[in-house]
């Protein structure tokens, strides 16, 4: 489990060219796999320590993990900055990638290995300059025409939903279902997606049928009494042992 993805426990480096096209970024198959179980959280979505929850969940098999501190009662400032370094340390521990959900400052400051923004937020285009071609860049899209866009921008990987009813996210787009997703697929477009909202091991499976290449969750494994096991059973759709 720990030597899992051994080039995000420490900052890249140019080590490992073989996860690299030629432009520097990560080779979108290496994406494809890091996406299958997202797990996305922040100190808000569990009643136990953020940290005992990730260690438990990657014990249990997520493969990459997303810092969402937002919402009501989130950390601010150094409180935050620290919770987010304890969750970062877990990850590189574990070989798993450390994405930050639209702080792009935070990102910065403490080297993330990515980022995941919204349609409200900076367009990959201005991230890719700022953050380097090393960095992953992750983008939510509603639409094809978000799609497009955040391809075109060169987004690593995109997040599609909400599949599924949330109650994660207040602000959240109308439920779609997995319809965008085999949508794409149908077309063609290969990029590295998930989908994300509401989705729990019971109704995980037309979402990979779609065309998904992970799914992404935070209640599933945050609110469950067994995040080793919620995390194993959402691994188990890929043959990966928790
Ligand atoms: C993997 C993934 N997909 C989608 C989202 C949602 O991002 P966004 O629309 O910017 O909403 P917030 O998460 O910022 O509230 C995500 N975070 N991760
Ligand atoms: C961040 C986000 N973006 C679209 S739905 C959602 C919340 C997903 O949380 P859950 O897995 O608990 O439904
Ligand atoms: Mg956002």
Redesign the pocket.
Known sequence: MSERNPQFGSPWTGADESLADSGGRLDSEHVRSLLRVYF?MGSV?CRRPAAEVLAEAIAGGVTIFQF?EKGPGALKGEAKLNLARELQGICHSHGVPFIV?DDIDLAIAIDADGVHV?QDDEPARVLRKQLGSRKIIGV?AHTPEEVRQAIADGADYL?I??V??????DD??PVQGTVLIENLRREGIAIPLVG????TVNNASPVLAAGADGI?????I??ASSPRSAAAELASFFGVEG
């Open positions: 996305i979505n969402r959900n919204g939510s997040g939903g909400p599924y009813p949330t109650s994660s996210k959240a787009r994300i909202g509401g989705i992404s969750v935070i209640s599933a945050a609110s």
